[in-house]
């Protein structure tokens, strides 16, 4: 099972576009304090050869620039790609926006809740991906799907619908737990096995079961305190709110899952205020000590 | 007057993610004989320091990445960006889906004929663009408007509406010439002018009237003939049916603005296949020859 971390940050990348705070200030500058990411997305492969996206950022082209595993083959059709699918895991615009760019008639399976599906349905800006070139698959909780060779099944997590679906102020910040948001786990024939949960409002027992025993955890590192965007002076919302639980404080992932079994914890899904984004900073030694990795773009992980 | 091209490339970028061609292979193995472009986008400036896009890429993040100019002040507020407006001259996806990515509550005005204002309203994936922090301007056909300090004037060019907007065979492939592509004219206090048209699927006399005299035009170079993609395997519509007159060609680009008296002329929007995209080749010099430049990314113009 190989796993490559196209983009650990979460929406609006790391540094975001219009963002002054004291890391987005190192990142501008290209200090070697900090790493710049791109937008959340990980390719998973059961061959290195055949490979699937969980998730297309706004990043994805640079992305696919950045990988050569997911260039076209140099033998292959004079348009060809190794991707073979994409599975979302929410309706965010960090994970739907990069399908805009898989255009130009390229066959691929889009794998995504029968919710997420009519989002975007909805959405008519998304028939650039022609219906009958990109297949729209709508996947059920706890089936499971072969996808390129790999085992998914979706599974649901505490978390909301998209912020640009919010039209009713009683789904604002619901924990709806109903598919709005999926974790995944993806398996091999060999039971190499991860669970990919990039955002999740709250840590349950029905979530550790899920992923108890896995060889790789890559989880929601959004924020490291659930008012840090406040505190930051760059936002209102609580990392709760926007469908994020904090790393830190009561309740937070930080050892929700030391009973787990997890051979590897990785936090994804950065956000530009997680002060684990700094080398070397307090919060960065916090999670390490704890069992964590700090997610990069770039990151290799061969199960 | 102070000009940086983003992006020189069309939709897709060069290379596009899937593309196998010669052009594309050269570029995807780094080779020096091409330089890879990101998609269509350009920024304006009267002072140097607020700025406006004239259309907002999938590449958005990157080019202001690129960019030091369109980056957080280090002396403003948490959140700030010299980027004052974002000006739309068509609803095609290379020109709007950066617009995802301008999230993050920085105020801008967003200024586009009604008709694309229409779509990006009926695509409720654009309401992260708060409406109460980002202004949609209308804009009439050959009214004027003062955008941070540059007074701008849309006129009408022949073109076609977006892909994904052709529900209708009727207007497929039309060349509507009613507002749903537009070509924007820049200009300074100090009469320095420049005429900006992405795209443009035939020339007429309003176009080469409308242009004439100005300092410079950054024109369509989508395609240098008419039936490249297919020629190359790679598509099947022509460029006039994409609403791209080509270069070469009855009615091509290439000499149509010979009477125009434009001190530069600059070839933007350069699709994947286009054999100007690499140095050295008959294309770029016939183009060189006929007293165009081949527009890149990162190119600065000054007047």
Known sequence: LFVKILGSAA?????QWNCNTRLSHLAWNGANSVQPRTQSSVAVSSDGEKWVLLNASPDIRQQIAAH???QPQPDGGLRNSPIQAVVLTNGDVD???GLLSLRERHAFSLYATADVHASLEANTIFKVLNPAIVSRLAVNLSESYVIAGLTMTPFPVPGKVALYLENDESVQGA?????ATIGLEIRTS???RIAYIPGCAAINDAVIDRVSGADCLLFDGTVYTDTELADAGVGEKTGRRMGHVPITGEGGSLFAFDNAEL??????HINTTNPILENGSKAERTVISAGWEVGFDGMSITL
Do not use: M, S
Not at 11 to 15: E, V
């Open 190 to 192: 060999g039971d190499r």
């Open 11 to 15: 929406g609006g990348g790391f540094p």
């Open 175 to 179: 924990h709806t737990g109903n598919g």
């Open 68 to 70: 050569k595993e997911l």
């Open 263 to 268: 051979k590897r914890k990785i936090y994804i």
């Open 95 to 97: 994970h739907v926006a």
